[in-house]
C-alpha cells in the first residue's frame, strides 16, 4: 500500500472510499514482491499493480466486491496447468493477496491516512495490519513512525499491539516489508495471528561526482530509479542548475570534503566520474572506508591501474581496493552518455538486487529469485 502512497493519500484527502489489495507474500517466480498494491475506488478508478498484468482484473473485482460487503479477504493466486486461460500467473509463482476496504469511517482509516501521509511526504513509516485471524481484528491497523513512537491499534490483546509495534519498528529500521507470525496474545503462544507490516523509507542517496555529460545522463536515470540525486563538482561554472535540472541537489565544492560532511547509508551510492586524481584520489580514500551500499569510478583502464596505485599509496588496503567498481557500469559496448548512464545504473541494479548481469537468454536460473524465506516469519527470526 504505500508503494503507491502518494496517490493514495490524495484519495484519502479527497474523502473517496476505496479498498486496496497488497502482496503479502510471493513464492517461485513472481513480477512484484510483498507490498505491491493495487487500489480501486467507489467509481471503479484503479492505481497501482500487484503482478504486472497477470492477475489484476480478478483482483480489481476483488476490491469492488469489498468496498460493497465491507469484508476483508485474503486469496491465493497461481499457474493453472489445467486451464491455461483460468486466473493465474503465467510465470509459474504463487502470490498471496490481501485486500482491505477503507471506506470513510471505518476502524483503521484514521491509521492508514497518517501512514499515506507520512509516506508521501517522504518520512520513514510502517503500518501492520492482520493479514490472517479473527474477523474482528481485520481492518484495523498500528502505525510506526520514524521516531519510534506508534498510534492506533489492532483491537485483540493489550499486549498485541505494542508486540506488534516492537516488531514493525525493527522491520521499519532494517527497510523491510514481510509477515510476521504471532500469537493473538502478543506472544508466540496463542491463537496464531499473521500480521503484514509494510515498510516505507526516504529514498535512497545517489551522489555523483564530476559536472561532465555522462553526470547529467546519470542524474536523469538515477531519479527514474527512485535515488535521491546530488550532484558534486569543485568548479561553480559546471555545476550548475541550469545544466543538471533532474538533481535534487548542486553541490559546489571539493568532492571528498563534501563526503566528509554529507550523511551516508547502507542503501547510498557514490559515482565518481571526475576520473582527475587530485579529486578522485582523496574522495576515494575515503569512499572506500564508508559503509555505502556502491562505490565506481570512471576512467579507462590505464587510468584505473594508476588510481589504484595512487590510492595505494596512501594506505588504501586491498580488501578496500575491491569494493570499488573499476572501470564503472556493465560492458554493454557503449558510447555516448545516456548509453554509459545505463551501463552504470544496470550494474548499481545488479549490485543491489545480487544479479549477474549476465544475459537471460539461455540462463537456467530464475528470473525472479524466490524471496519467500526472506520475510520475518517469527518473532525476532529472519528465515
Known amino acids: 500500500m504505500l508503494d503507491i502512497a502518494e496517490e493514495l493519500n490524495r484519495w484519502v484527502e479527497q474523502g473517496r472510499d476505496f479498498a486496496v489489495a497488497?502482496?503479502?507474500?510471493?513464492?517461485?517466480?513472481?513480477?512484484?514482491?510483498?507490498?505491491?498494491?493495487l487500489a480501486v475506488d467507489s467509481e471503479g478508478t484503479a492505481i497501482g499493480s500487484v503482478s504486472?498484468?497477470?492477475?489484476?482484473?480478478?483482483?480489481?473485482?476483488?476490491?469492488?466486491?469489498?468496498?460493497?460487503?465491507?469484508?476483508?479477504?485474503?486469496?491465493?493466486?497461481?499457474?493453472?496447468?489445467?486451464?491455461?486461460?483460468?486466473v493465474g500467473l503465467t510465470c509459474g509463482g504463487v502470490i498471496d493477496i490481501l485486500v482491505t476496504p477503507v471506506p470513510?469511517?471505518?476502524?483503521?482509516?484514521?491509521?492508514?491516512?497518517?501512514?499515506?501521509?507520512?509516506?508521501?511526504?517522504?518520512?520513514?513509516?510502517?503500518?501492520?495490519?492482520?493479514?490472517?485471524?479473527?474477523?474482528?481484528?481485520?481492518?484495523?491497523?498500528?502505525?510506526?513512525?520514524?521516531?519510534g513512537g506508534f498510534e492506533g491499534g489492532l483491537g485483540g490483546h493489550p499486549e498485541l499491539d505494542r508486540t506488534v509495534a516492537d516488531e514493525a519498528r525493527a522491520m521499519l529500521d532494517a527497510g523491510r516489508t514481510g509477515v510476521l507470525e504471532i500469537g493473538a496474545d502478543g506472544r508466540l503462544?496463542?491463537?496464531?495471528?499473521?500480521?503484514?507490516?509494510?515498510?516505507?523509507?526516504?529514498?535512497?542517496?545517489?551522489?555523483?561526482?564530476?559536472?561532465?555529460?555522462?553526470?547529467?545522463?546519470?542524474?536523469r536515470i538515477g531519479k527514474f530509479l527512485g535515488y535521491r540525486v546530488t550532484l558534486c563538482d569543485a568548479r561553480p561554472v559546471f555545476a550548475t542548475k541550469q545544466?543538471?535540472?533532474?538533481?535534487?541537489?548542486?553541490?559546489?565544492?571539493?568532492?571528498?570534503?563534501y563526503l566528509e560532511t554529507t550523511e551516508v547509508d547502507g542503501r547510498t551510492v557514490l559515482c565518481v566520474l571526475t576520473h582527475d586524481a587530485k579529486f578522485d584520489v582523496p574522495l576515494l580514500q575515503l569512499a572506500l572506508r564508508l559503509p555505502?551500499?556502491?562505490?565506481?569510478?570512471?576512467?579507462?583502464?590505464?587510468?584505473?591501474?594508476?588510481?589504484?596505485?595512487?590510492?595505494?599509496?596512501?594506505?588504501?588496503?586491498?580488501?578496500?581496493?575491491?569494493?570499488?567498481?573499476?572501470?564503472?557500469?556493465?560492458?554493454?559496448?557503449?558510447?555516448?552518455p545516456e548509453e554509459t548512464a545505463l551501463s552504470i545504473a544496470a550494474e548499481i541494479v545488479a549490485n543491489r538486487r545480487g544479479g549477474s548481469g549476465a544475459a537471460l537468454t539461455g540462463g537456467h536460473i530464475p528470473i525472479h529469485p524466490d524471496t519467500s524465506n526472506t520475510v520475518v516469519d517469527r518473532i525476532g527470526s529472519v528465515a
Open 22 to 37: 497488497t502482496v503479502v507474500a510471493v513464492g517461485g517466480s513472481a513480477p512484484r514482491q510483498p507490498g505491491a498494491a
Open 52 to 86: 504486472g498484468g497477470c492477475v489484476e482484473g480478478a483482483v480489481y473485482e476483488l476490491c469492488r466486491q469489498a468496498l460493497e460487503d465491507g469484508e476483508t479477504v485474503q486469496e491465493r493466486f497461481g499457474y493453472s496447468d489445467d486451464d491455461a486461460f483460468a
Open 104 to 147: 470513510v469511517g471505518s476502524p483503521g482509516r484514521e491509521v492508514f491516512a497518517a501512514a499515506l501521509a507520512a509516506a508521501s511526504g517522504g518520512e520513514a513509516a510502517a503500518v501492520a495490519r492482520i493479514a490472517e485471524g479473527p474477523d474482528e481484528l481485520k481492518g484495523r491497523a498500528v502505525l510506526v513512525r520514524g521516531d
Open 189 to 219: 503462544c496463542g491463537e496464531p495471528l499473521k500480521v503484514l507490516v509494510e515498510s516505507s523509507v526516504p529514498p535512497p542517496r545517489m551522489i555523483v561526482f564530476g559536472a561532465i555529460d555522462f553526470a547529467s545522463a546519470l542524474v
Open 243 to 257: 545544466r543538471f535540472p533532474e538533481a535534487d541537489e548542486i553541490v559546489v565544492g571539493w568532492p571528498h570534503r
Open 292 to 336: 555505502v551500499a556502491y562505490v565506481g569510478a570512471m576512467g579507462s583502464r590505464r587510468t584505473h591501474e594508476d588510481r589504484n596505485r595512487r590510492l595505494r599509496d596512501v594506505g588504501v588496503t586491498e580488501l578496500e581496493l575491491a569494493r570499488l567498481r573499476s572501470p564503472i557500469g556493465l560492458d554493454l559496448g557503449a558510447r555516448s
